[in-house]
């Protein structure tokens, strides 16, 4: 199983040599993948609903404090670094032109070495999509999967074409390919009835959040029974469901989660070190090939001897 981190986005963490200090020692400490979240502003005021938290607010956090560009960060890190894995996590497709992002992404790729992946998702918070111009946001699942088709043919075809209501285009060269063939893998994030069928449709892997309160895949049971959505979604979908890998990001672990869920089952993640590996082999018997974990820390020292302490106390027992 391979084990990621969040890397930091926004505020002081971000600033340039910080940001290369955890991701430099995330990379040595052997974490195999850093995450990279997405959000080109924050509106100051939003009505929209937050889908994981219990309240629907979102956590604003530093982001006064100044927040990167997704892209342009997961480009730096990859610059400094020469093994880690490189995750939007997620991206919002409907953020930027279709051709753009496939071009962007591309272009990481090729430089990086073959190193990114992209987590995907349709949005949620209109006040940005308005502030930035993107498509209407009601329109952002059937945005999401017209540019993801797009991003495909971009990245395949030597003679691109696409034909869609929402992004056309032909008669263009699109070079050079992704390093990865037939392009970075597609990590599709959500755990809604949508973004089940947006995966089997058009994911290499399903990339849910186990603390979504609308949703919820935060004990065994319930993630097991999500499995099984997902597998028959992509029968339904004319695809092999062997053929939809498992991946799953953890907002919270430790001994400060609650033990229980909701269902009455243990809460994934929750309790000592030994809980946590205990259920990241329970996962990775499921099927499951990659986790990511947000770790905290005021500082570079701080998140970096979180991970450390992580790597020694749970990853040692896996």
């Known amino acids: 199983m391979k084990i990621g981190f969040n890397a930091p986005i926004a505020g002081s963490l971000a600033q340039a040599e910080t940001l290369t200090r955890i991701c430099v020692g995330g990379e040595a400490m052997g974490f195999d993948f850093a995450t990279f979240s997405d959000h080109i502003v924050i509106p100051t005021s939003i009505n929209a609903r937050y889908p994981y938290s219990e309240t629907g607010e979102f956590p604003t956090g530093s982001a006064a404090a100044g927040r990167h560009e997704q892209l342009t960060e997961i480009a730096f890190v990859a610059a400094k670094t020469s093994r880690l894995r490189l995750v939007t996590s997620v991206m919002v497709v409907p953020h930027r032109p279709a051709v753009l992002a496939a071009k962007i992404l591309s272009t990481i790729d090729v430089l990086s070495g073959g190193r990114l992946t992209v987590g995907i998702?349709?949005?949620w918070l209109q006040e940005e999509f308005e502030a930035i111009g993107a498509a209407p946001f009601a329109a952002r699942g059937a945005v999401t999967d017209e540019y993801l088709q797009a991003f495909r043919a971009?990245?395949?075809?030597?003679?691109?074409r696409f034909a869609g209501e929402h992004v056309k285009f032909g008669g263009i060269v699109f070079a050079p390919k992704p390093v990865q063939k037939?392009?970075?893998p597609i990590w599709v994030g959500g755990e809604s009835g949508p973004a089940l069928r947006r995966t089997a449709r058009l994911g290499d892997a399903w990339y849910p959040i186990?603390?979504?309160?609308?949703?919820?895949?935060d004990s065994l049971a319930r993630y097991r029974a999500g499995i099984v959505r997902l597998r028959e979604a992509v029968a339904d979908a004319g695809r092999d469901p062997a053929s939809v890998?498992?991946?799953y990001r953890v907002a919270k672990h430790g001994e400060d989660v609650p033990r229980k869920a909701s269902d009455g089952e243990r809460r994934l993640?929750?309790?000592?070190?030994?809980d946590i590996a205990a259920d990241l082999r329970d996962l990775s018997d499921l099927g499951v090939t990659d986790v990511d974990f947000a770790f905290p820390g005021a500082t570079a020292e701080e998140m970096l001897d979180?991970?450390?302490q992580f790597r020694d106390n749970v990853v040692s027992r896996l």
């Open 121 to 123: 998702g349709a949005g």
């Open 154 to 160: 971009l990245w395949t075809q030597e003679d691109p």
């Open 182 to 184: 037939p392009g970075p």
């Open 210 to 217: 186990g603390t979504n309160p609308a949703h919820p895949l």
């Open 245 to 247: 890998g498992l991946v």
């Open 269 to 274: 993640f929750s309790g000592s070190p030994a």
């Open 306 to 308: 979180a991970m450390k």
